[in-house]
Each structure stands twice: as C-alpha cells, then as structure tokens.
C-alpha cells in the first residue's frame, strides 16, 4: 500500500458525469498525477485540492469547486475574503471576491478566467458554485458566458 486510508479523498455514489467539477467525480483516482481531496472549514463549506500519489498535499484544499487536472491543468472556483469589520452582536463581516480560474500541478493559479458572482458563504445557504469553464485541450478552454453560450478561449498560461 502506498497512500493509507484517507476520509478526504473525494468520490460520490452517484455522481453526475455531465458535471464536470467536484459532482461529477466517481470512484478516487489519480488525473495527471493528482487526485482530489477536500477539507471542511470552520465555516462549514468545504475546499477543495489535490494530492499527488505518495499522498502528500500537492495543492492546497482553497478551491470551492475545482475539475480534475488534464494536461497539467484544472479549473477552480477560488474564493478571497477580507475581514471588513464586526456588526453590533460582535460577528466578523467579510468581504468575498470569487474568481475562476486555471492552475497548475503546483498550484499556481496561472489564468484568471471570470468573476464570479451570486456564490453566498453561510453554512445553511450555500451551494456547491458549478464551474463555467473547463480544459478541453493543453492550450484551449471553453467558457460559458452569462448568455449560456459556450465560447473557446486560448489563455496565456505561463508553466
């Protein structure tokens, strides 16, 4: 046995193949390498990354949804947040930036790909953001637009 029993590896029972971010992962198995895990924040909302086969960490769990890795890249929702301040019953209120993006093995979020928007962070109220953009080859991305239209971009990734 190389990696011992890991409880946050990801896979689904029934999982939606036409997905092709967290939902739509079957069995755990290694793409490029890496295969997913996820952490759950003191939030309550899980993080997503990837380990590689020894079972080390090879990308931090930071994503809120991420697609598995295909010639060394993989689509992911990464969410920022800044502390603003405490509302009068002393609870922290947070500024949140959500941004799709492509990364590598390593990684490095090499290519922003969209703002994302309407993503809310509450425990009872959150929902799983589905990606908008996926790898379709080494150098091309497809993209869904706020029209529902698909469009094929080259983005500069700098490996």
């Known amino acids: 046995m190389v990696i ?30 890496l295969c997913t895990i996820k952490t759950v924040k003191e939030d309550g909302i899980a993080r997503y990354g990837f380990i590689d086969k ?7 769990p930071v994503f809120l949804n991420v697609s598995q890795f295909s010639d060394g890249h993989a689509v992911g929702i990464y969410e920022s947040k800044e502390l603003r301040g405490k509302n009068p019953f002393q609870l922290k209120i947070y500024d949140y930036e959500f941004t799709e993006v492509v990364v590598n093995e390593a990684g490095e979020m090499l290519w922003p790909i969209q703002e994302r928007q309407n993503i809310v962070m509450s425990k009872k109220l959150f929902k799983l953001p589905e990606l908008q953009a996926k790898m ?18 080259k983005p500069k990734l700098q490996d």
């Open 4 to 33: 011992g029993f890991r409880g946050d590896v990801v896979w689904n029972k029934t999982p939606n193949t036409e997905n092709f971010g967290i939902e739509g992962i079957g069995s755990p198995k290694f793409k490029d390498g």
């Open 54 to 60: 020894k079972g080390n960490v090879a990308v931090d």
């Open 136 to 153: 379709i080859s080494k150098d091309l991305l497809g993209v869904k637009d706020k029209s529902n239209t698909w469009k094929i971009v």
